[in-house]
C-alpha cells in the first residue's frame, strides 16, 4: 500500500519512476505507410522539393535509409540524406542535387522497414511523381529554438522540487534531504545543459540524452513521447514516460507544442 501512494504521488507532482512492466507485449502493431508528399501521381513537383513519407509507428532510424527507402529514375537512383522525425512518424528526404526536371521518379519503401517496436511492414509501397520545369522559392528559415525556452519548459513540468532537481542544498537544490535528482538528470538552470547535452542514458546507455542535431537518437525526446496511449512510454524507453501523462492541452513554459519545441532544439543542434 505504501509502495502504490509513492506511485501514485509521483504521478501527481510529475514524476517519472521505474517500472518493471513489459511496454508492449504480444503481436506487432501495424506498420506502414500512410501518406507522402509529394502525393501518388504529383505532377509539377519543384525539383527542390522534400520527399516526406508519413507512418503509422514511429520509424526506426536505424534502417529508415539508403536500404530500405529507394528513389529512382528509371534504372537511375538518386542519392540524398534521410533524416527520421519521430514526432511526426515521419522520414524525410533530401536529394544530394535537385531532381532533374520534366522528369518522372518512385519511391520504393522497401518491405523491411521497420518501426522502433520491431515490427516490418512486410510489403512494397511504391510512390511515383513527375517534377516540374524548376525550383520552388526557398521557404523561410524556422525560428532557432534557444535553450531558454526548454528551460521554461523543463520548470513547468519536469523539474519540480522533487523530480528532476539538484537537491545538494546548492544553487537551484530543490530540496533538503540532499539526494540526488532522478537517474543523475537534474533539470534546473544550472545543471540541464550539462546533464543532458552529449551524455549517456542511464537507461539506454547506447543513446545519449541529447545528441545535436540527431532528435531521432536522442534519448530525451524518446522520454517524452508517448505510446500506443498517453499514459505509456514509446517502443525503446525504460521506464515511465516522462512526464507522466504527457505534457497538458495548453503546452507547458508558455510554449503550445513542447515537444515540437525539444526536438527542433536538438535539430538546430542543441545550441546554448
Not at 503481436?27 to 506502414?32: I, K, L, N, S, T
Amino acid at each position: 500500500m505504501a509502495a502504490r501512494r509513492l506511485v501514485l504521488a509521483a504521478a501527481l507532482i510529475g514524476c517519472s519512476y521505474p517500472t518493471d512492466e513489459t511496454p508492449y507485449p504480444g503481436q506487432c502493431a501495424p506498420f506502414g505507410l500512410l501518406s507522402s508528399r509529394p502525393a501518388i501521381g504529383e505532377r509539377d513537383v519543384p525539383t527542390n522539393a522534400v520527399i516526406e513519407l508519413a507512418f503509422s509507428d514511429y520509424p526506426d532510424s536505424e534502417i529508415a535509409g539508403l536500404e530500405t527507402i529507394v528513389v529512382t529514375s528509371g534504372f537511375f537512383r538518386k542519392t540524398g540524406a534521410y533524416n527520421v522525425d519521430l514526432v511526426a512518424k515521419t522520414v524525410r528526404y533530401r536529394p544530394t542535387t535537385p531532381f532533374e526536371p520534366n522528369l518522372e521518379y518512385t519511391v520504393s519503401v522497401q518491405p523491411h522497414i521497420r518501426s522502433l517496436q520491431g515490427c516490418t511492414s512486410g510489403r512494397l509501397e511504391q510512390r511515383s511523381f513527375r517534377t516540374g520545369a524548376g525550383p520552388a522559392p526557398d521557404a523561410p528559415a524556422r525560428p532557432v529554438v534557444r535553450f531558454e525556452t526548454v528551460l521554461a519548459i523543463f520548470a513547468a513540468r519536469c523539474a519540480g522540487a522533487t523530480c528532476h532537481r539538484r537537491d545538494d542544498g546548492g544553487p537551484g537544490g530543490g530540496g533538503d534531504d540532499g539526494a540526488a535528482p532522478p537517474r543523475g538528470l537534474s533539470l534546473d538552470d544550472e545543471r540541464a545543459y550539462d546533464d543532458l547535452v552529449g551524455v549517456r542514458s542511464a537507461e539506454l546507455s547506447d543513446l545519449l540524452r541529447v545528441a545535436p542535431r540527431d532528435p531521432a537518437r536522442s534519448y530525451l525526446l524518446r522520454k517524452l513521447l508517448p505510446g500506443r496511449d498517453p499514459d505509456r512510454p514509446m517502443p525503446t524507453v525504460f521506464g515511465q514516460r516522462m512526464p507522466p501523462g504527457g505534457f497538458p492541452p495548453g503546452g507547458a513554459g508558455g510554449v503550445a507544442d513542447p515537444i515540437r519545441a525539444i526536438a527542433d532544439w536538438i535539430d538546430a543542434g542543441a545550441p546554448r
